[in-house]
C-alpha cells in the first residue's frame, strides 16, 4: 500500500511568488496534518484536518498560509506571497483515529525561497 | 497544553553499544500515547517505537526499547546493538486521544553511529 505521497519534493522560488504544497493521504485515513520544520523551530504544527474538516489552525503563521482538503484524499498549502523566512520542510501526515493513533509521514518539501 | 522535552540536543555511541535517549512530558490526562520517530538524512520520519499509557509494559521492538515510567512522566528509548544506520534525528512525541490524533513533537535529539 502507498504511503503518504507528497509533491514536489523540492521547490526553489523567488520572494513574492505564490508556492503550492500537495499531499495525497494514505487510503482510507481521514486526518490530515501539516507540519514545518526548521532549524530554529523545530516541528511545528501548522494545521490538521479532520474528515476534510479543519479542526485548528492556530499553527498557520499569517494569512499568507492557506489550507484545502477538497476531498477525502487531497491536501494543498498554499503560500502566497512567498517570502525567504518561509523556507523550510513541509511535512504532511495522515492517521486513521481512533482506530489508528500513528501518524505516517510523508517524504516532505523542501522548500527554498529566495 | 501538553509539552515535551528532550534534554540531549546531540548523542554519540560506538557501534555495537547500547545508548538510551531521554524524553520527559508534562500532561493532566491519565490516557494518551507516546512515540519515537526517526529521522534520518532523507528526512523521512519513521516510526520506531509507541507506548499507550495504560499499559504498564514496556514496548519492545526488536533492538528498541522503551523504559516508561508514568508517575515521572519519563519515556526513554533504549537502543541495543547500536548500528551505522541508526545515525539520525529521534523525535519523542505525545497524543492526546480524542483530539484528531493531534501529536505534541519534542525539539529532537540528533544521535550518531561512530564506527
Known amino acids: 500500500d502507498a504511503g503518504v505521497i507528497q509533491s514536489p519534493r523540492h521547490e526553489v522560488t523567488e520572494m513574492g511568488q505564490e508556492v503550492t504544497l500537495r499531499c495525497k493521504l494514505i487510503s482510507g485515513h481521514n486526518s490530515l496534518f501539516w507540519y514545518r520544520q526548521t532549524m530554529m523551530r523545530g516541528l511545528e504544527l501548522l494545521i490538521y484536518f479532520n474528515n476534510n474538516v479543519p479542526i485548528d489552525d492556530s499553527g498557520m503563521p499569517e494569512d499568507r498560509f492557506s489550507a484545502k482538503m477538497p476531498n477525502a484524499s487531497f491536501s494543498t498549502l498554499k503560500i502566497q506571497p512567498s517570502e525567504p523566512r518561509d523556507s523550510a520542510v513541509y511535512f504532511c501526515?495522515?492517521?486513521?483515529?481512533?482506530?489508528?493513533?500513528?501518524?505516517?509521514f510523508g517524504p516532505g518539501t523542501r522548500l527554498t525561497v529566495l | 497544553a501538553q509539552t515535551v522535552t528532550q534534554s540531549q540536543p546531540e548523542m554519540s555511541v560506538q557501534e555495537a553499544e547500547t545508548v538510551t535517549l531521554s524524553c520527559t512530558y508534562d500532561?493532566?490526562?491519565?490516557?494518551?500515547?507516546l512515540f519515537w520517530y526517526k529521522q534520518p538524512p532523507s528526512r523521512q520520519m519513521i516510526l520506531v517505537i509507541r507506548q499507550e499509557a495504560y499499559k504498564q509494559q514496556n514496548a519492545t521492538e526488536n533492538r528498541f526499547s522503551v523504559n516508561f515510567q508514568k508517575a515521572a512522566k519519563s519515556f526513554s528509548l533504549k537502543i541495543s546493538d547500536s548500528q551505522l544506520g541508526d545515525t539520525a534525528m529521534y523525535f519523542c512525541?505525545?497524543?492526546?486521544?480524542?483530539?484528531?490524533?493531534?501529536?505534541?513533537f519534542g525539539t529532537g535529539t540528533s544521535l550518531t553511529v561512530i564506527p
Open positions: 512525541a505525545f497524543m492526546k486521544p480524542n483530539t484528531g490524533n493531534q501529536f505534541y
Open positions: 500532561t493532566s490526562e491519565n490516557n494518551y500515547y
Open positions: 501526515a495522515s492517521s486513521l483515529p481512533p482506530v489508528a493513533d500513528t501518524q505516517y
